[in-house]
């Protein structure tokens, strides 16, 4: 495939960083502010896009490397990773994508 006809697509960091949102600490602000102190509390401000969502605490974030692999802490809850898929959103077209360390 020649250069221009490859579809660009931008750093996996930068791709993660559009599509995974962190929690704020504070999103009412500091401690004893007393602005909007009666307003509820809106963790995003800008509209949503496709593919957002927010990182979950109990997950891994990089889900591919985990693939297949149970947690090793008695009780815990399964890795949600998807046993159908090799990649992830927006990873499929990326020019290198056989080139996939997946087995």
């Given at each position: 495939?020649?250069k221009?006809?490859?579809?660009?697509?931008?750093?996996?960091?930068?791709?993660?960083?559009?599509?995974f949102?962190?929690?704020?600490?504070?999103?009412?602000?500091?401690?004893?502010?007393?602005?909007?102190?009666?307003?509820?509390?809106?963790?995003?401000?800008?509209?949503?896009?496709?593919?957002?969502?927010?990182?979950?605490?109990?997950?891994?974030?990089?889900?591919?490397?985990?693939?297949?692999?149970?947690?090793?802490?008695?009780?815990?809850?399964?890795?949600?990773?998807?046993?159908?898929?090799?990649?992830?959103?927006?990873?499929?077209?990326?020019?290198?994508?056989?080139?996939?360390?997946?087995?």
């Amino acid at each position: 495939m020649s250069k221009k006809n490859q579809k660009y697509t931008d750093f996996a960091n930068v791709e993660t960083q559009r599509n995974f949102l962190t929690s704020e600490e504070f999103p009412e602000g500091s401690y004893g502010n007393s602005i909007g102190k009666e307003k509820a509390v809106s963790n995003k401000d800008t509209p949503w896009k496709e593919g957002q969502q927010y990182y979950s605490n109990f997950a891994y974030e990089n889900r591919n490397l985990h693939a297949g692999l149970p947690r090793q802490e008695d009780g815990a809850h399964p890795t949600h990773d998807d046993k159908n898929s090799e990649s992830e959103d927006p990873y499929n077209e990326a020019p290198n994508e056989d080139n996939s360390q997946m087995e």
